[in-house]
């Protein structure tokens, strides 16, 4: 893998077989992320955005081509945010929290300490001894987020992790992940979205996906500074770039 790259995709194509028939779901796609880099992958539904990035956290493997991850202890280096927050409601949030470091064996101490320390940036501490089933939808996946973090993993891997959110707690989260992300020393995110505005606001760089099977229509800069305010979204220039990304993605939704 060439150094500075978190992620190299060549060619990379995934099919899956059923009983009836073959479903060619993704490819061939070439991308390269670079360590540090916050990529936003948007495009119509079935084109393969979670298939591309489980295949990035090893849960799927490629039908074809050559993926490359980088990896700790011969995994990948990466976690994964779901859309359904996908914590254990029989564990505490502080249990949830230190679930990664529980399993990869990091003293209790230790794991106690860093899962805190998680949940005071992601406004989790007054809670840390509630079950998962008194908690609102935001505060679950804040709890999601805490425990993909805890452990400390190069790659954040995000699954359209606000869509289960109402839109105005959508837009705190997505306030709160830019404020992580920017304080946290910039780790590499690859984060599916439905929201073009999410992925403006959020992104390096976007990646336009095309109609099943997914293949790269664009890879787009996102023009804005860093570090980012929430305040972005009310510009003129904000306004115009959530416009253009949507030009190039009309016509692939339409056909959709
Ligand atoms: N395990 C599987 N077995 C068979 N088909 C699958 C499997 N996983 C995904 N698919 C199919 O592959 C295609 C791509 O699915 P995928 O979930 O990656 O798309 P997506 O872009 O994330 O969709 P959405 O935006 O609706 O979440 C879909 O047609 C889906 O039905």
Redesign the pocket.
Known sequence: MRSGNAVEARAVERV?H?RKRD?H??GPVDLDVRDGEFVCVV??????????LRMIAGLVTPSAGELRVRVKDGRPDAAMVFQDYSIFPWKTVLANIRLGLDLAKVERREADRLARSWAAKTGLSDFLDAYPASLSGGMRQRVAIARALAPNPQILLM??PFAALDAQLRQVLQDELLEVWQADGRRTVVL?T?SLEEAALLGDRILV?SN?P?RLLADQEVPFERPRRPELRATPEFVAFREQLWHLLRDEVRSA
């Open positions: 899956f059923s479903i779901a993704l495009g119509p539904s079935g084109c393969g955005k979670s298939t591309l699954d359209e599916v439905h996906m099943r997914g």
